[in-house]
């Protein structure tokens, strides 16, 4: 990559050159995420993963930048119009839009009224007009009379579509324009005639059917409703501007602080810019500023996704226990499943305690037999449909005082229950079966579970169909790579969905981990990793510190100690005269090692620090432990919301303007951002997380809509 690109992202990122430049090579050499923020600090200078993910982002860009500025190159010199410094021009630029402004003029475009003109011989006399020293325009325009050009005023006009079309070109006067529509434009919505004829269907959209905001300030989530509504035909919308200023500014560019020869071909030269602006500008730089603007907006979107995704997969889990979930149903009764301490399916039923079947009493009966049979330590139970009355059904069972509740959230299941993976998993079983399997396999591990489902569906997310889907995948993809080897895989229990993640694998070499330990049984070092069909150094550099062996011979392979370290470790524990065993969980040991003597060209205290915290906890799991949760016994329906309630509940989403909270009742609460503390523009407000329990007061309650307002408990 070259210097320019470096410099850029050094100044738009705050890293130094060499910081950059070092992590670039690293991605150049097919290094990741996690592995260059984790096992190259020192060569980086211990970037961390949102400074390498942004270096990575901006790596993709400017290399598919290279390839557009090779493509203009090649279209403007087969046109033979490349010199010397419109090449430099190009290869200087580190933006886009400034990119294709300048290849503007020699993009090949649909036939215009400025071609028309120039091939009936017009453009001398525009070039004439445009040097303002043409005092007679008329007596000027009547030399250009011919068979195409009837008489001066043709002449005239055609000269005009010329020098309209050249302003529309003009790189100063568009990226003047964009930076006056960006500060001072505003968006108007109306509903469209489409929408005024679908009136049902556009009902959704009624808060913008007159609504203005200005652009510099419109919320991400109010441009995205919008312009989905818009997409939907049920809305138009536009940037509303000042013209007269506008034009006052293109011919400050235009004029260049000259003057026209004469009023008449000043007349001229205003008729060209007005016809540019209103014609060809305006139409042009309202959907580069709305597209630009959606771009903002998508990236602030996504980074919300992100957010709450990495909450939810790092959310706790209960562990290798033995569990019952149930996903829960009224008429087609509550399928219950028992899973073992590794998550297979031992048995499953299906019990009707609700109506209109209420079999209250063989119910019980099946859930007390099955909890006996089969040693249940937790249960698990969706939250969707029949959620809190099967809960309720469940805790008045006379159950063994050491076995937790759990209420667990549906989103995706069912996603999951209908997908290929699904069917792969549980040939012989319906969707209900899989869909309970999901329910308590979430509950044991979070991250092994979810990662099976695609992150759009687990919801989430804010507008997530309709933003970028390249960037919102790359979001997505770095955050699920980022939790699966922060958190470590066991090598030996790892599903091809969950190794497909870790770090350089990818799903090919995650099948062929699996088919070799099919084959020949559970690893039994990092180092058979290296038997693994088409596994080779690279990948096995990449992968080897994020993959777990329990129990293996060589305490490190259950650690994030990279084998590549292994030497080192070794020396540490030779110099002390103890075995490399008995360095882990051993503070006090750890403790007394300098670590000053171990720094060479290669390993720095960063790295060797890393290395000591991991002998002291090895494979410790971040994710720390799940906790049960009841919602009020008061609250069934949404009936029984009352304003002024303190209640509990769990935050399922969370937004650009707040956080929704499931109460225990069908319709969620919202929190609205203001109502976080820290003012009504929420600034300072209570960072929230994704399954994060907490009281809520009830500030409203709409029946009619059903909508209810919350506010954090002890904020107005």
Known sequence: MTDLYIKHISAQLGVNQWQALHCVELLEEGATIPFISRY????????????????????????????????????????????????????????????????????????????????????P?????????????????????????????????????????????????????????????????????????????????????????????????????????????????KVDVDSDRNLERISRIVLDGRRPASRA???????????????????????????MAKEKADISSIKVFGENLRQLLLAPPVGQKRVMAIDPGFRTGCKVVCLDAQGNLLHNDTIY?????????????????????????????????AGRETESFIQKLFLPENIKVYMVSEDGASVYSASEVAREEFPDYDVTVRGAVSIGRRLMDPLSELVKIDPKSIGVGQY????????????????????????????????????????????????NIVDYRTANGNFTSREQLLGVRRLGAKAYEQCAGFLRIPGAANPLDNSAVHPERYPLVQKMAADIKVAVGDLVRNDALCDSIN???????????????????????????????????????????????????IIPGIVTNITDFGAFVDIGIKQSGLIHVSRMGGGRDGRGAVRLKIQQHVQVRVVSVDLQRGRIGLALHNEQ
């Open 353 to 385: 305690p609700h109506p209109p079947m209420n079999e209250r009493i063989s119910s019980m009966k099946k859930i007390n037999d099955m909890v006996e049979k089969y040693g249940v330590e937790v249960i698990a139970i969706g939250s969707g449909t």
């Open 464 to 511: 997530q169909h309709d933003v970028d889907q390249g960037l919102l995948k790359e979001e997505l993809d770095n955050t699920v790579e980022s939790c699966v080897n922060n958190v470590g895989v066991n090598l030996n229990t790892a599903s091809v969905f969950l190794l497909q993640y870790v770090s350089g694998v990818g799903p090919a070499l995650a099948a």
């Open 595 to 645: 670590l000053d003597a171990y720094v060479d060209n290669e390993v720095g205290l960063p790295t060797l620090r890393d290395i000591i915290s991991e002998l002291k906890k090895p494979g410790r799991d971040p994710r720390g432990e799940a906790a049960t949760f009841a919602f009020s016994e008061e609250i069934r329906t949404i009936d029984d919301v009352r304003e002024g309630m």
């Open 125 to 237: 006399l525009a070039d004439a007009f445009m040097g303002l020293n043409c005092p007679n325009p008329a007596d000027a325009a009547r030399k250009y009379i011919n068979k195409d050009v009837p008489d001066a005023e043709a002449a005239i006009a055609g000269a005009k579509d010329i020098i309209a079309e050249r302003i529309s070109e003009n790189t100063q006067v568009r990226s003047m324009l964009r930076g006056s529509y960006f500060k001072w434009g505003t968006v108007v919505s109306k509903q469209s005639k489409e929408g005024a004829e679908k009136e049902e269907e556009s009902a959704n959209y009624r808060s913008w059917f007159n609504y203005r905001e200005p652009l510099q300030r419109i919320a991400p989530h109010r441009l995205l409703a919008i312009l989905r509504g818009a997409s939907e035909g049920m809305l138009s919308v």
């Open 265 to 291: 071909l000043g007349d001229i030269l205003n008729d060209a810019m007005a016809d540019s602006f209103k014609r060809l500008l305006h139409p042009s730089i309202e959907n580069e500023v709305l597209r």
């Open 40 to 123: 190259r600090k020192e060569r980086t200078g211990g970037l961390d993963e949102v400074q390498v993910g942004q270096i990575k982002h901006y790596f993709v860009y400017f290399t598919d930048l290279d390839k557009r500025k090779a493509a203009i190159l090649k279209s403007i010199e087969e046109q033979d119009k490349l010199t010397g410094e419109l090449r430099a021009q190009i290869e200087a630029q580190v933006d886009a839009t400034a990119l294709e402004d300048i290849y503007l003029p020699y993009r090949p475009k649909k036939r215009t009224r400025a071609m028309v003109a120039r091939e009936r011989g017009l453009e």
